[in-house]
T-cell receptor, first 114, second 117 residues
C-alpha cells in the first residue's frame, strides 16, 4: 500500500530563512512523488515531481526536493522564504501499483514571518 | 496553458436537495477525478473515472454520489440528497495517459465551494 506522512502540520519561518517541509512515504514499489501548493481559495498547483532519473528535482518558485530512497523521504526545500510562499503544501505519491490513484499527505501550512 | 475549469465557484443548497458540480478537464486527458476538502482538513479522494466508467472510488463515495461524462468535454459530480456534512470544497482533476506506471501529475481546477444549510 502507498501512503505519505507530512511531519508538522504548521511550519513558520522568517522571511529570507530556509524552508524545509518534510514528507515521508511508504511504498512497496518505486514511487512517483509530487509536491503541490494550495493558495487560499484556490486549487492545488503542481510544484514539482519525481518520477525517475535525477533524485534532486527543481520546481517552480525556487523550490526543490530530493528523493532519498534509503530514508523514504521527499522533503521540500527553498533556500530563502518569501512572503508569497505562505500557503498549504501537500505531498503526494502515485505508483505503478496504485492503479490511477494519488495519495495525499495531510498538508503543511507554511507561515512566513516578515 | 490548458487548465481544468469548474463551475460554479460557490454553491449554496438546502439539505436534501440535489446538486451537480461541473468540470471541464483538460482536453487530451483521459483520467478524471473528484476530490473534496472539508475546511481545514486534508484532501480526500472521492472517485476516479476512465474510459467512461468509474475505475476507483472511496468509502465516501456512497450511493448518494454519482459521476457522469455526458459529452466529450464535461465531467460532473452529482450529490443526490445533500447532507450538512457534504459542505466542503470539491476539486476536479484530470491526468493525461502517461503510457507506463501512471507517473503524470494531476491537474486541478480551482474548486467548487459547496455549502449545505
Amino acid at each position: 500500500a502507498q501512503s505519505v506522512t507530512q511531519l508538522g502540520s504548521h511550519v513558520s519561518v522568517s522571511e529570507g530563512a530556509l524552508v524545509l517541509l518534510r514528507c515521508n512515504y511508504s511504498s512497496s514499489v518505486p514511487p512517483y512523488l509530487f509536491w503541490y501548493v494550495q493558495y487560499p481559495n484556490q486549487g492545488l498547483q503542481l510544484l514539482l515531481k519525481y518520477t525517475t532519473g535525477a533524485t534532486l528535482v527543481k520546481g517552480i518558485n525556487g523550490f526543490e526536493a530530493e528523493f532519498k530512497k534509503s530514508e523514504t523521504s521527499f522533503h521540500l526545500t527553498k533556500p530563502s522564504a518569501h512572503m508569497s510562499d505562505a500557503a498549504e503544501y501537500f505531498c503526494a505519491v502515485s505508483g505503478s501499483n496504485t492503479g490511477n490513484q494519488f495519495y495525499f499527505g495531510t498538508g503543511t501550512s507554511l507561515t512566513v514571518i516578515p | 496553458e490548458p487548465e481544468v475549469t469548474q463551475t460554479p465557484s460557490h454553491q449554496v443548497t438546502q439539505m436534501g436537495q440535489e446538486v451537480i458540480l461541473r468540470c471541464v478537464p483538460i482536453s487530451n486527458h483521459l483520467y478524471f477525478y473528484w476530490y473534496r476538502q472539508i475546511l481545514g482538513q486534508k484532501v480526500e479522494f472521492l472517485v476516479s473515472f476512465y474510459n467512461n466508467e468509474i475505475s476507483e472510488k472511496s468509502e465516501i463515495f456512497d450511493d448518494q454520489f454519482s459521476v457522469e461524462r455526458p459529452d466529450g468535454s464535461n465531467f460532473t459530480l452529482k450529490i443526490r440528497s445533500t447532507k450538512l456534512e457534504d459542505s466542503a470544497m470539491y476539486f476536479c482533476a484530470s491526468r493525461e495517459f502517461s503510457g507506463v506506471g501512471y507517473n503524470s501529475p494531476l491537474h486541478f481546477g480551482n474548486g467548487t465551494r459547496l455549502t449545505v444549510t
